[in-house]
């Protein structure tokens, strides 16, 4: 008789009895052992030469072991150490064996690598996400000053580190369509394959610490282990994880003593009734989910070894070459994420090799905001010098070789062009405008090439310092007129990215050649990086890139681009020169209205050519305002039926049917600005005023 036979009642319950058939019946496991028992076992763990934590750090790997005799045994140096060897890229980790670990008890989801994450989170933001990226690095002792095998993270307080825990969990579940929930598997037999766990310093910004564990690989299995603890509702999930192991969002700073006593008697507590309910005949659904989620397989990298002995440097990079060797696939979900998180690994080599400074790190890593990066750097306090600041480093002459060397190494390219180099660095350089309304659109148009031109990539030039944005412009701009190579690169940066942010230059997906000037069309096809080129190298396009740049950063309705000739030639019998402004027959400046502009003006021989191989002329301007009108009428019926479909959903659905607050504050923003371009530009209705003694139809 096997062991599935001699199960009764609940045991073995069928689907229809809303849980799956028990293929391992949960095992009874010890008591979580008073913090006074496991002084020697954190004491043999600190001894043993292949370790390097610090004494906080070892607290927290040995205080959550189900069997700490059993972790004394593996971490022991006498007579040898049953730690594990595991090769990585520039050293070794040494990791514990397998053994069994409390899930309650400091272990939480993976929150440093994001897998999720196809864009940088960042402070630079103008509507800054809930969620901002947590960046890492390896911690480093204080006394000795040398990196040891954890790493650190700076979070607001303990708020923004359950922001951080629900955002893992909740992407994991919801991430390749559900397949990462293992729920299911979990209440038929609990957890099978050990997780692997780093040990990670939280620094809060009132300067408390706090150390817990977390996944580098088995996620889905922690997060598939809440699920099925608390009934497969993701929310319930998060809301049981965080309660448990961060404790109180009440409170500020690090857990207390008395907060970590009060979880392990929980954990105590929940110990004692499973092992007692599971010594019933009759085993209930509560004991089942409770069993199964008591504990689970584990190993817990404690050591990191550079190949010369010495302390690993870099134990991110050696994190994601574990993994690496673990998985066939380790790489994040998609490719967005897999180029923002390479890049960040090729700031941290740069940091590690003297090539960036630590000030120029942190805008890099998006962890502070604008004001933050001027005061740092010293360059104007807009985004727009953030996303900048991204080409500067890795484009610029002299450091442009070691970091297209870098780039290389870390995507495993044999060469890398512009078109390489621009898609992975593309949802880096455009981090701080996640918000962006368009920011799909601008991602596609900086992955074909961006800014990449001649005179910037590999070339000498820096950002202009100062306070005033447009003074600092209008003074690149002066120095770019005069023939300043660097000031040419700097506003080709600049303008280009501020071009491609607000739809003046697309991507070449070959569908937009034809003789309509509109929206989305062009006169004949260029990439970015080429349309920029050309403009680079005339007056005119200098200005309307400067007009561009200006406009960005005024984000005023009222500030809008103008167009200049970028050729000496005769329009209607005027002779007109490069850089002089381009004005319509009511002598006012032409407005730079669409991508069509910006084309039309690289090459005004070749788009007539175009324009008449295609035997048509440019519809006229009031057509243009007619089609305008019209997508304003049809978009503001569609916003407003879908606003009260929204409404009536809210009845049944609540609040949630309207998404993130965020999103919904970015809609409403939107709406303003569309309401105050109508105010203010469009006619106004004339104000009759009626005698108070005149009768109507007098």
């Given at each position: 008789m096997t062991s599935l036979d001699s199960f009764a009642g609940l045991d073995g319950l069928d689907h229809d009895d809303g849980l799956p058939p028990l293929l391992r019946r949960p095992v009874a496991v010890a008591e979580?052992?008073?913090?006074?028992?496991?002084?020697?076992?954190?004491?043999?763990?600190?001894?043993?030469?292949?370790?390097?934590?610090?004494?906080?750090?070892?607290?927290?790997?040995?205080?959550?072991?189900?069997?700490?005799?059993?972790?004394?045994?593996?971490?022991?140096?006498?007579?040898?150490?049953?730690l594990t060897a595991k090769p990585v890229v520039g050293g070794t980790l040494h990791a514990t064996a397998p053994h069994s670990r409390y899930l309650d008890l400091d272990v939480l989801p993976d929150i440093i690598n994001q897998r999720w994450a196809n864009q940088l989170h960042t402070a630079m933001d103008t509507v800054p996400s809930t969620f901002l990226a947590t960046?890492?690095?390896?911690?480093?002792?204080?006394?000795?000053?040398?990196?040891?095998?954890v790493f650190v993270v700076h979070l607001r307080d303990r708020k923004a580190l359950a922001h951080a825990v629900a955002e893992s969990m909740s992407h994991t579940f919801h991430a390749q369509k559900g397949e990462n929930d293992y729920t299911q598997s979990v209440l038929q037999q609990?957890?099978?394959?050990?997780?692997?766990?780093?040990?990670?310093?939280?620094?809060?910004?009132?300067?408390?610490?706090?150390?817990?564990?977390?996944?580098?690989?088995?996620?889905?299995?922690?997060?598939?282990?809440?699920?099925?603890?608390?009934?497969?509702?993701?929310n319930a999930a998060i809301s049981a994880c965080v309660a448990s192991v961060i404790g109180s969002l009440d409170y500020p700073g690090a857990?207390?003593?008395?907060?970590?006593?009060?979880?392990?008697?929980?954990?105590?507590?929940?110990?004692?009734?499973?092992?007692?309910?599971?010594?019933?005949?009759?085993?209930?659904?509560?004991?089942?989910?409770?069993?199964?989620?008591?504990?689970?397989?584990?190993?817990?990298?404690?050591?990191?070894?550079?190949?010369?002995?010495?302390?690993?440097?870099?134990?991110?990079?050696?994190?994601?070459?574990?993994?690496?060797?673990?998985?066939?696939?380790?790489t994040p979900w998609t490719r967005g994420a897999q180029y923002t998180q390479g890049m960040q690994r090729v700031y941290r080599h740069?940091?590690?090799?003297?090539?960036?400074?630590?000030?120029?790190?942190?805008?890099?890593?998006?962890?502070?905001?604008?004001?933050?990066?001027?005061?740092?750097?010293?360059?104007?306090?807009?985004?727009?010098?953030?996303?900048?600041?991204?080409?500067?480093?890795l484009l610029s002459a002299p450091g442009a070789h070691s970091m297209n060397r870098l780039v290389k190494q870390e995507f495993g390219m044999t060469r890398g062009d512009r078109q390489r180099i621009s898609e992975r660095l593309a949802p880096t350089v455009l981090s701080a405008y996640r918000g962006h309304r368009s920011i799909e659109q601008s991602l596609r148009a900086f992955g074909n090439g961006g800014t990449i031109t001649d005179r910037v990539w590999k070339q000498p030039w820096k950002l202009t310092e100062?306070?005033?944005?447009?003074?600092?412009?209008?003074?690149?701009?002066?120095?770019?007129?005069?023939?300043?190579?660097?000031?040419?690169?700097?506003?080709?940066?600049?303008?280009?990215?501020?071009?491609?942010?607000?739809?003046?230059?697309?991507?070449?997906r070959g569908s937009k050649e034809g003789t309509v000037r509109g929206s989305g069309s062009a006169p004949f096809r260029t990439t970015p990086v080429s349309l920029l080129d050309v403009l680079s190298k005339t007056a005119g396009g200098l200005r309307m890139l400067h007009s561009i740049a200006r406009a960005h950063v005024a984000a005023d309705p009222a500030v809008l681009p103008k167009q200049f000739h970028t050729h000496h030639r005769e329009v209607d019998g005027q002779l007109v020169r490069d850089g002089e402004p381009l004005l319509d027959k009511a002598g006012?400046?032409?407005?730079?209205?669409?991508?069509?502009?910006?084309?039309?003006?690289?090459?005004?021989?070749?788009?007539?050519a175009s324009i008449a191989e295609n035997g048509r002329e440019p519809l006229e301007a009031e057509a243009e305002d007619m089609r305008q009108r019209r997508l304003l009428a049809v978009s503001v019926a569609s916003a407003l039926g879908a606003a009260r479909s929204l409404a009536r959903l809210h009845k049944s659905r609540g609040p949630e049917v309207f998404g993130h607050a965020d999103t919904l504050d970015e809609l409403r923003e939107q709406l303003r600005q569309a309401e105050e371009i109508l105010l203010r530009f469009g006619p106004s209705r004339a104000a009759f005023l009626l005698d108070e003694d005149q009768e109507v139809g007098q």
């Open positions: 979580p052992q008073p913090v006074t028992r496991l002084r020697r076992v954190r004491k043999v763990l600190l001894t043993n030469p292949d370790v390097s934590l610090d004494e906080e750090a070892a607290n927290v790997v040995t205080s959550g072991a189900v069997h700490p005799v059993q972790l004394q045994a593996l971490v022991a140096a006498e007579p040898v150490s049953l960046t890492y690095e390896t911690l480093t002792d204080p006394t000795s000053e040398e990196p040891v095998a609990g957890v099978k394959e050990p997780l692997t766990l780093f040990v990670m310093r939280v620094v809060y910004d009132d300067g408390s610490e706090d150390t817990f564990l977390v996944t580098g690989d088995g996620n889905s299995r922690l997060m598939s282990m809440w699920l099925a603890r608390t009934g497969g509702d993701i857990r207390s003593r008395a907060e970590q006593g009060l979880a392990r008697r929980r954990t105590v507590e929940l110990t004692a009734r499973t092992r007692k309910n599971l010594a019933v005949h009759t085993m209930t659904e509560a004991t089942r989910r409770e069993g199964h989620t008591l504990t689970f397989p584990a190993v817990v990298v404690v050591g990191a070894r550079a190949d010369d002995g010495g302390p690993l440097a870099d134990l991110g990079a050696a994190r994601d070459d574990l993994l690496a060797s673990l998985h066939v696939h380790v740069a940091l590690r090799e003297g090539l960036i400074t630590p000030e120029t790190y942190r805008v890099l890593s998006g962890t502070v905001d604008a004001q933050e990066m001027h005061d740092l750097l010293g360059v104007p306090a807009h985004r727009l010098w953030a996303a900048a600041l991204h080409q500067q480093v100062g306070s005033e944005v447009s003074e600092v412009l209008d003074d690149i701009l002066n120095r770019a007129l005069a023939g300043e190579a660097g000031a040419v690169a700097e506003l080709t940066v600049l303008g280009g990215t501020a071009a491609i942010l607000d739809g003046y230059i697309t991507r070449d006012e400046q032409v407005i730079i209205d669409y991508e069509w502009d910006l084309v039309y003006a690289s090459d005004p021989v070749r788009a007539m």
